[in-house]
C-alpha cells in the first residue's frame, strides 16, 4: 500500500502500516547492538534493557549464580515457575547467563564479553565495578565504542553518591519530592489519618522512570556513536529522572519560596479536572477553563455555579473547590457513567461553546478486557517455550517501519550459559562444568 494512498480513512490507512500484528516481518532498528545487562535487584536497569531488547538489541542478562534478586519481585510471595511476577515483566528478549562478578576470573570473562559488546548497562554502588577493575574507566580502554550506563539513586558524583545506602524505588520517589506533593491533605495536621499521609506512586514509578531516561540516553549515545566512533558514560539518577516529572512544583517554589500543598485529587493549576462518584463507580470530568466551564454548568443544568465562580482563578481557590466538588458530585451519583458519557458526547457534538472531557474510572479487569487495548495490541498473550502461555503489556509506541517485539517471556537462571559464552568466547561444556564448579557461574 502506497504511503500516500488518501482513498482510506485516516484509522485504516495508519493501522495497515503500523499494526503490530505485523511486526515480526519488519526489520528490528536495534539488531546489530549487543547489551550486557549487569543491573542486580534493580527494576530501572531491567526496564531500560526491556526497551532496547524490544526494538531488536541482543539483550545478555548477566545475574550472580543464585540468580538475581529482582526475581523475587512478586505480590504476596507469588512465584511463577519459580519466578517472580515482576522479574517476568522484564526479562523479555534477554538471553540469560550467570557470572559472580566478586571472582577476579568472573570479572575476566565480563571483561571479555565487554570488549565485543556495544552497551553495558549497571546498577553497583558507585564505583564498585570501578574498583573491580571492570568499570568504564578501564573497559573504555579496550573498547573506545563501549556506552557505559550506570544508574543509581543519588549519582555517581556529588555529596551523598558515597553514602552507600542501596538504590530502591521508594528512596528514589521520596528524594525526587514528588511524594511529599503525592496524597490526601489531613484535615488536621496534627494527626494525620493513615490514608492522609505522602503517598508512592504506582509500581516502581522510580525505578520505570530512571530505565525509560536511560534508554533514551542509550540511544542518544548510540546515534552519536555513528559519527564520532565514540562511545560514552551515561550517569542516571532514577530520582532525578522522577523529579523531572514535578511539574511546576519546582518553579512554583522558586517564585513563591512555598511548596504546593498535597490536594488528593484536586489539582491546584487546573479545576474542575479530577473524579466523581457516580451511581456504577467514578467518573472523571474535566470543564477548566472559561469556556469548558459554562459547558459543564450548562451541562449540569446549574447556571449558578458558573455565576458563583466565574472566573479559573475563583475555581482554583482551595475552599472554593471542594464547594464545587460537592455540587459537582450530586448530579453524577445520580447517573451511571454511560448517562453521563452520553450526556456529555450529547453537548460538544450537537452545542460545542466548549469541551468537556469524560472518562471512566477502570477496575482492572475492565482494562484488561477493554476492546480498545486488544485491538492496538497493549496486552498479548505469548506462548513461551518455558514460561507457557503468559499476557503480558506489550510496547507503548507503534512504528511503521521498525517496529519492537516481544520474542519471548523470560529465562531461567543461567539458561542461556552454554548458548552464549559458546557463541561469545568459544567456551565449551568442559570449561562451563569447571567454572561451574568454582562458582564462576
Known sequence: MSHHDKEKVWGDWIKELDDPANNRHKPEALDHITVLD?????????FATSILGELGAEVIRVEPPEGDPARTYTPWGYMHMETGL?????????????????????????RKLAKRSDVLVETFLPGVMDEWGIGYRQLSVENPGLI?????????????AGCGKA????????????????????????????????????????????????????????????????????????????????????T???????TIPRVGNYDVGVFPYTYFKCKDGFAFLSGFSDINWKALCTILNRPDLREQ???????????????????????????????????????????????????????????FKAENWWARMCFEAINDPHYKEMTVA?????????PPRIKWICRPVGSDNEHVYNLKLGLGPAQLDEMKAKGII
Not at 327 to 349: G, L, P, R
Open 86 to 110: 515482576g522479574y517476568l515483566n522484564e526479562g523479555r528478549n534477554k538471553f540469560h547467563v550467570t557470572l559472580s562478578l566478586e571472582k577476579p576470573e568472573g570479572r575476566e570473562i565480563l
Open 309 to 367: 465562580f466565574p472566573t479559573i482563578f475563583d475555581r482554583l481557590n482551595i475552599d472554593n473547590m471542594k464547594v464545587m466538588y460537592k455540587e459537582i458530585s450530586k448530579w453524577t451519583e445520580t447517573h451511571t457513567y454511560d448517562e453521563i458519557y452520553d450526556a456529555v458526547m450529547d453537548y460538544n457534538k450537537n452545542i460545542g461553546e466548549g469541551i468537556v472531557v469524560p472518562g471512566r474510572i477502570s477496575a482492572p479487569m475492565e482494562t
Open 38 to 46: 549487569c543491573s542486580v535487584a534493580n527494576m530501572a536497569g531491567s
Open 148 to 160: 557505559y550506563c550506570a544508574l543509581y539513586t543519588y549519582g555517581q558524583f556529588g555529596p551523598k
Open 167 to 250: 538504590d530502591v524505588d521508594v528512596v528514589n520517589q521520596v528524594y525526587s519530592g514528588v511524594t511529599s506533593v503525592t496524597g490526601e491533605p489531613p484535615e488536621d495536621p496534627e494527626n494525620p489519618r493513615p490514608s492522609e499521609v505522602p503517598t508512592k506512586q504506582g509500581n516502581w514509578m522510580g525505578w520505570y522512570a530512571g530505565g525509560a531516561w536511560a534508554a533514551v540516553a542509550i540511544m542518544a549515545a548510540l546515534h552519536y556513536r555513528i559519527k564520532s566512533l565514540k562511545g560514552q558514560f551515561i550517569d542516571v539518577s532514577s530520582a532525578e529522572a522522577f523529579g523531572r516529572c514535578i511539574n511546576y512544583g519546582l
Open 394 to 402: 506489550n510496547q507503548a509506541w507503534k512504528m511503521t517501519e521498525s
Open 252 to 258: 512554583y517554589y522558586q517564585d513563591r519560596q512555598e
